[in-house]
């Protein structure tokens, strides 16, 4: 088959049509906003019946992994914050090394795992029930994702409310009567009050004993002289008889027969 000739004018436009072609498809492809909008209303019924829940959204394979795109977002992060720390060399062209393989391991490691722990909270959450009764299940958006990561403690609370300002930016302002963070100091509030009724009793009632305020004042000679309440004690004295009040306190709950 003889090959076509094409004219050297039109070889070099189709070239630019070519790559006009591959930049939009990989725009389309990393816009973010584009895959979380596209609702599954919107497919057929046939493609309908196997739609996962959000945030598992159905869109084009990557080329690229998951180690990429964490190394990618971490050599950012690195070079914006030696782009700061070096604004009084801005004249030296000098170019950032980013991180090196170790840490970019580490960081993928460390980032995967929370991920999978984010999934496996998220898997908790539904019940276990047969995949053809996944459909009949109330779907699950990002609000419920950002009021669980509140509650949960998995990541820290300056991430839950940027994510929850960035995702009010696309979605709009959340519908739900209490925000994520108000959930998220509630959760906090509740967890130091287990932690204080998990402390025994002994412990309670040690960290609850009243100290007394005394001032003392060198009288010369070498003594130490009290002007607070009971001044004529020495300090020696007082830690001896406030040492002997917590051994009876600890005698009387350990052994209330002996009282």
Known sequence: MKRVFVPTALHAELTEYTNLVRVLR????????AHLLHHAAQ????EADTWTSWPLIDCTVPEWSFEDEIRQLG??????RDGDDDELDSDL??????LSPGAANRLVFHTGAVLVHILNLLADQRPAVPGSMQNRLWPMNWEDVISL?????????????????????????STTTTKAMERLTSATSARARSALLAV???????LALPTLSRTYRNDGK????????GSNRAPSLIRTRTRMHSKMLLTKISHPHCI
């Open 149 to 173: 990561l509140a509650v949960s403690g998995v990541v820290h609370p300056t991430i839950v409310a940027r994510a929850e300002k960035r995702l009010e930016r696309i979605y709009g302002p």
């Open 200 to 206: 025994p009793e002994e412990d309670q009632l040690l």
């Open 75 to 80: 050599e950012t992060v690195v070079r914006a």
């Open 43 to 46: 497919y057929k019924d046939n």
């Open 26 to 33: 990989t725009t389309r492809t990393l816009d973010l906003t």
């Open 222 to 229: 070498g003594n130490a002289i009290g002007t607070g309440a």
């Open 93 to 98: 062209d000098l170019d950032l090394d980013g």
